[in-house]
């Protein structure tokens, strides 16, 4: 069956997918093996109104993201800006184990921090990239590494300096991106 979606919080994204409410409404950061959309949908199509970074493994799942399909049976990295079309197909006889991290981070998270700025610089966020991040082994193990400490910060205790922590901690994991 197919749906079309629209998500404007990612509380909406944690509601379709299953997924425990966020603790935090303007980031989250998820376990990718965790995420289990409605079984009752095999052709997903949805509009965001946030950023995602997903760094994703053994995803049984056809993904196009723009007019651009991507493979998910190896370890890569994708990006997408908010109000991008994403489209899954899901293949429900699939026997591959999921595994990753997907960063969900809205505009709002990033209002009144120089990140607000310079995340429009970074092209890897646009339609016009060809393919999504084939990450070498040490490269992904780098780019797990910010993902736990985004994760250590996220479920500590909320504090003053949280906020800057995690925007430390994203554009870390947007200049490993560049680089790689």
């Known amino acids: 069956m197919h749906v079309n979606l629209k998500l404007n919080t990612i509380y909406e994204f944690h509601q ?15 376990d990718y093996s965790l995420v289990n959309y409605p079984p009752e949908y095999t052709d997903i199509k949805w509009v965001q109104n946030f950023y995602s970074i997903g760094l994703k493994r053994n995803v049984s799942k056809k993904f196009n993201y723009g007019q651009q399909p991507y493979d998910f049976e190896e370890g890569v990295l994708a990006l997408v800006s908010p109000q991008q ?13 999921p595994s990753g991290w997907l960063l969900l981070i809205h505009p709002d998270f990033l209002w009144k921090t120089a990140l607000a700025t310079k995340i429009h610089t970074y ?18 193990q780098m780019m797990v590494e910010v ?7 996220y479920q500590s205790n909320i504090d003053k300096f ?4 995690i925007i430390t901690q994203i554009e870390l994991l947007l200049n490993y991106t560049e680089r790689f």
């Open 147 to 153: 993902f736990k400490n985004i994760q250590q910060e």
């Open 16 to 30: 379709f997918s299953n997924l425990p409410k966020p603790a935090h409404p303007l980031v989250s950061l998820i």
């Open 85 to 97: 079309v994403i489209h899954i197909e899901i293949d429900p006889e699939a026997q591959a184990e």
């Open 123 to 140: 092209e890897f966020f646009g339609y016009a990239v060809n393919e999504a991040l084939f990450l070498s082994e040490k490269e992904e």
């Open 162 to 165: 949280s906020h800057n922590i």
